[in-house]
């Protein structure tokens, strides 16, 4: 497997814009997870999935985000507007779930290599 | 989940046995200690977890004390590829969400 894919791995834009970030997670997993990472405030966990279903998005900052799991291999993380306090690493992750966790004996999180986004 | 105390920072020389130490005294019985670490520019990687026995993979090396209370992340042989963040992370095995602290940076040195 490829790994859980990202994309793109570094994206500028200006403020005001809408900014899409993409994550294809590794296949047969049930959950998949957004976070962001800065400086100041370490890995944030924004939301995450399970079947494609969001199940807490507590972490999610604002109205201007949104996130979306269309089906088991896509989901997108879109900011509109964008503002430069959004720049970050976003980082997606995927998982088995409980019971595939057990049989297949993989309990870890996989993570991709994180888009860098810079508003300026 | 239990909070996690790390040291900011540790030094460990290359080939020498780097030993990261965790404190989680509010661990409750049901939850587990895990361990990732993050190489520079890339995503957090799982290394290992245990509830109570302590356990080792092709990685490393976990040890919790018989009271849960804190644990020891070993990596037997210390590389510079080994430099990185590691974070100790205490959740139940059931809990999907994983949250990072602010972890351990490791330096492997020459």
């Known amino acids: 497997d490829a790994g859980v894919i990202q994309s793109p791995r570094h994206e500028v834009t200006e403020m005001g814009q809408e900014v899409t970030l993409r994550c294809k997670p590794i296949?047969?997993?049930?959950?998949l997870f957004w976070y962001r990472q800065t400086m100041m405030r370490g890995l944030e966990l924004l939301i995450y999935?399970?079947?494609?279903?969001?199940?807490?998005d507590s972490g999610m900052p604002e109205d201007r985000f949104s996130a979306k799991m269309p089906n088991a291999s896509f989901s997108t993380l879109k900011i509109q507007p964008s503002e430069p306090r959004d720049s970050a690493v976003y980082f997606c992750?995927?998982?088995?779930?409980?019971?595939?966790?057990?049989?297949?004996?993989?309990?870890?999180?996989?993570f991709g290599s994180g888009t860098r986004l810079t508003v300026v | 989940d239990a909070k996690t105390t790390q040291p900011t920072s540790m030094d460990c020389a290359e080939g020498r046995a780097a030993n990261l130490p965790c404190n989680h005294s509010?661990?409750?019985?049901?939850?587990?200690v895990y361990w990732y670490r993050q190489i520079h520019s890339q995503g957090p990687q799982y290394i290992i977890h245990?509830?109570?026995n302590n356990e080792t993979n092709e990685m490393a090396s976990l040890i919790i004390t018989e009271d849960r209370k804190s644990s020891t992340l070993i990596l037997p042989h210390a590389t510079l590829r080994d430099t990185a963040v590691y974070y100790c992370?205490?959740?139940?095995?059931?809990?999907?969400?994983?949250?990072f602290g602010t972890g351990t940076r490791l330096q492997v040195t020459l």
């Open positions: 999935f399970n079947n494609n279903v969001p199940i807490d």
């Open positions: 245990g509830l109570k």
């Open positions: 992750a995927s998982s088995f779930g409980l019971l595939q966790r057990e049989v297949r004996h993989n309990y870890g999180y996989t």
């Open positions: 296949s047969g997993h049930d959950y």
């Open positions: 992370i205490v959740k139940t095995g059931t809990a999907s969400k994983l949250t």
């Open positions: 509010t661990i409750s019985g049901n939850e587990y």
